[in-house]
C-alpha cells in the first residue's frame, strides 16, 4: 500500500494550493479518508476528512471555510483545496486512510485510527 502526497510547496498569505493523494494497492473506495498535519514544534493536527463515497466531508474548526476536502474514486486519489493561506498553516500536511469503515466523527480526528499514511507534503505560508 502506497499513499504519495504532493502539491506543497511555497506560497504568500492569501495563496491556494491544491494537495493531491494518490494511493496504490488498496481498494480506495473502501476507506474513509482523512487529512492531518503537523505544524514546527507542534503536535499532529486533523485537518480534514472524507467518506467513502464523498457524501460526507467533516473538518477541523481552524480550517473550516478555507480548505475543501474531494476524492475522485476512480482515480483513486484525494485532494485538499487551501485557499486563504495563512502563516499559521505552515506544516507538513499528511493524507491517510482510516483503519475503520464507518464514519464517525470522533474517530476520524484520531490518528492512530488511520491505517496506512502518506510522507507528507510541506506547505509553507509567508506574511
Known amino acids: 500500500v502506497q499513499l504519495q502526497a504532493s502539491g506543497g510547496g511555497l506560497v504568500q498569505a492569501g495563496d491556494s494550493l491544491r494537495l493531491s493523494c494518490a494511493t496504490s494497492?488498496?481498494?480506495?473506495?473502501?476507506?474513509?479518508m482523512g487529512w492531518f498535519r503537523r505544524a514546527p514544534g507542534k503536535e499532529q493536527e486533523f485537518v480534514a476528512a472524507?467518506?467513502?463515497?464523498?457524501?460526507?466531508?467533516y473538518y477541523a474548526d481552524t480550517v473550516k471555510g478555507r480548505f475543501t476536502i474531494s476524492r475522485d474514486n476512480a482515480k483513486n486519489t484525494m485532494y485538499l483545496q487551501l485557499n486563504t493561506l495563512q502563516p499559521e498553516d505552515t506544516a507538513v500536511f499528511y493524507c491517510?486512510?482510516?483503519?475503520?469503515?464507518?464514519?464517525?466523527?470522533?474517530?476520524?480526528?484520531?490518528?492512530?485510527?488511520?491505517?496506512?499514511w502518506g510522507q507528507g507534503t510541506q506547505v509553507t505560508v509567508s506574511s
Open positions: 494497492g488498496l481498494t480506495f473506495s473502501n476507506f474513509v
Open positions: 491517510a486512510a482510516s483503519g475503520l469503515g464507518t464514519w464517525h466523527l470522533a474517530s476520524l480526528r484520531v490518528p492512530r485510527l488511520y491505517r496506512y
Open positions: 472524507i467518506s467513502r463515497g464523498a457524501y460526507n466531508t
